[in-house]
């Protein structure tokens, strides 16, 4: 009897501590979406990320430990519109995994959950490497986060459904905190409106539409191909003319394009973090925008 009571008692704390531990487990390609995805999910989710901040999300080599990652991941969560074209589908392949496949509820790409700027009217690759659905950096921009983090809870809670109104609390919390702290940065970055700004890439669309800013060239000749040096020059006429305050790059972008046309033109270049863990003090998403908006308040200031 004794003997049985200790038995059954072991059994108890065996389903005690596995349920404990059978958190939904979730593959990230960016660490933007890692971050929303621990938000959201909090203690019920176990996320990792494919690519940290300091790696260009464009191209990462889909290696064999990402593969097993993907292998046992519940739910994968992307920027999608073809930012990971290079990579995600071999490794959608390799994992083997039915349940993260495209079409699938553990298939979620946030990009694709909002719509999109600068969608081309026409596709020809003689354009660059350019994103057919659109521009897929989203995450820069609060009000589609807002919006995506809504369709996450959403399917999370349809993929564990009986951690729902979990889910369905974490994102009312945080929508309560989000849209206070962004109507905190848009009346701080008021000032930022119609200002002009140099960028290396289209990933800060989002952003500088948001707060009113103006991007007036690009260290790229053509979307995905890295600056040369007769584009740089003609950076040159484009500075003087157009009195750009600021040549913006992100943590994970080399800076030599950058550098030199800071170096001739006197224009400063300021490296923002671009996604969580780009600089210490960007640590989750809300210390992210706290971070680019008070950067570019520094940087861009009235003289
Ligand atoms: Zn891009």
């Known amino acids: 009897m004794k003997i049985k009571l200790i ?9 005690v501590s596995t349920q404990a531990q059978a958190k939904l487990k979730i593959f990230a390609c960016e660490p933007e979406w890692k971050a929303l995805a621990e938000t959201i999910g909090g203690e019920q989710v176990k996320v990792t990320s494919a690519t940290t901040a300091f790696q260009d999300p464009h191209h990462i080599e889909a290696r064999p430990s990402l593969i097993a990652k993907t292998r046992r991941a ?10 990971e074209i290079g990579w995600l589908p071999l490794l959608l392949r390799q994992s083997g995994n039915p349940q993260i496949q495209a079409g699938k509820p553990g298939y979620f790409m946030a990009s694709e959950q909002v719509e999109r ?6 596709m020809d690759r003689s354009m660059g490497d350019i994103h057919a659905s659109g521009n897929p950096h989203v995450h820069l921009d609060p009000h589609r986060l807002l919006s995506i983090a809504e369709k996450l ?29 962004v109507q ?6 008021a000032t930022l409106a119609g200002k002009k700004v140099v960028v290396y890439h289209k990933n800060w669309s989002y952003l500088l539409a948001w707060l009113g800013i103006e991007a007036v060239a690009d260290l790229e000749p053509k979307p995905g191909i890295p600056p040369t040096s ?23 972008q080399g800076d030599k394009g950058a550098r030199w046309l800071s170096e001739k033109s006197g224009i400063p270049m300021l490296t923002l973090p671009f996604t969580v863990g780009g600089n210490n003090a960007s640590t989750d998403l809300f210390t992210l925008y706290e971070n680019t908006v008070s950067q570019l308040l520094n940087t861009l200031q009235d003289d």
Request: proline share 4%.
């Open 74 to 83: 519940d739910l994968l969560i992307c920027t999608g519109s073809e930012l």
């Open 7 to 15: 038995i059954a008692a072991a059994l108890a704390l065996f389903v």
């Open 230 to 252: 007769s584009h740089l020059i003609s950076l040159l006429q484009v500075a003087e003319s157009e009195q750009p305050e600021v040549i913006l790059i992100a943590a994970y």
């Open 184 to 189: 905190s940065w848009e009346k701080q970055s």
């Open 153 to 181: 809870s959403q399917r999370l809670q349809l993929i564990d459904q009986k951690n729902a109104p979990f889910y369905e609390q974490q994102f009312a919390n945080f929508r309560t905190k989000w849209l206070e702290s």
């Open 117 to 122: 700027i600068e969608v081309p009217e026409q």
